[in-house]
């Protein structure tokens, strides 16, 4: 986890209330990735950012959005929490020229 | 969606056994194979990895056996200990293109000792 915190590490939230989730990271590397961990599924991917101000979607990216504004902060929000967003997310970084990705601790979130 | 299947979901090993877990995948494109060691409450991290020019990378008592024609690839941790009770994931991605990783759904190892 060296290099990467999340915040908050732990959030309970209620149903239809905006959540954003930090991810920092001081390894200067330019992709960032914000995943989703639930069982059965494995990691699955949000959205991921190559650059400040650039992101794309990721395989599941409904509900979510994210903003990079700084290349050492990627943020994830979910503008109107639902109960199916319950889940332990994860940030990671990665290097331009390799394939190799460095996970944060993690935040688990519930929604009630 | 191009699937990493992984198997199996959960495996029980005595300590000094081997364990083995497998992964098969469908892209061809996929040139990058990791594997991801997480413990209860920590992130993924990367354990040891592979490309596809290799049937075989050992690291320590771990090893990736990797058959391209099958496309398929294993990982071996030998002479299991209880700290290697975790969960392992196998993952796949294209040259480059680590925003396109895909993993598969994990195992679970409990090493009795």
């Known amino acids: 986890d060296a290099g990467i915190t999340q915040s908050p590490r732990h959030k309970v939230t209620e149903t239809g209330t905006p959540v954003t989730l930090r991810c920092h990271q001081t390894e200067n590397h330019r992709y960032m990735y914000w995943y989703r961990q639930d069982p059965g599924h494995g990691l699955r991917l949000i959205h991921y950012s190559y650059g400040v101000k650039d992101t794309d979607k990721g395989e599941v990216s409904d509900g979510y959005s994210v903003s990079r504004s700084k290349t050492e902060d990627f943020l994830l929000t979910l503008e109107s929490a639902t109960s199916s967003q319950t889940s332990v997310y994860f940030c990671?970084?990665?290097?331009?020229?390799?394939?190799?990705?460095?996970f944060g601790p993690g935040t688990r979130l519930t929604v009630l | 969606q191009q699937q990493v299947k992984q198997s199996p979901q959960s495996l029980i090993v005595q300590k000094g056994g081997i364990s083995i877990i497998n992964c098969a995948y469908e892209?061809?494109?996929?040139?990058?194979f990791p594997w991801y060691q997480q413990f209860p409450g920590k992130g993924p991290a990367l354990l040891i990895a592979?490309?596809?020019?290799?049937s075989e990378k050992k690291e320590g008592r771990f090893t990736i056996s990797f058959n391209k024609s099958a496309k398929q690839f294993s990982l071996h941790i030998m002479d299991s200990q209880p700290g290697d009770s975790a969960t392992y994931f196998c993952a796949a991605s294209p040259e480059s293109g680590g925003f396109k990783t895909i993993f598969g759904a994990g195992t679970r190892l409990f090493v009795k000792a």
């Open positions: 990671a970084i990665g290097t331009s020229w390799g394939n190799e990705q460095f």
């Open positions: 892209n061809t494109a996929f040139d990058y």
């Open positions: 592979i490309r596809p020019d290799v």
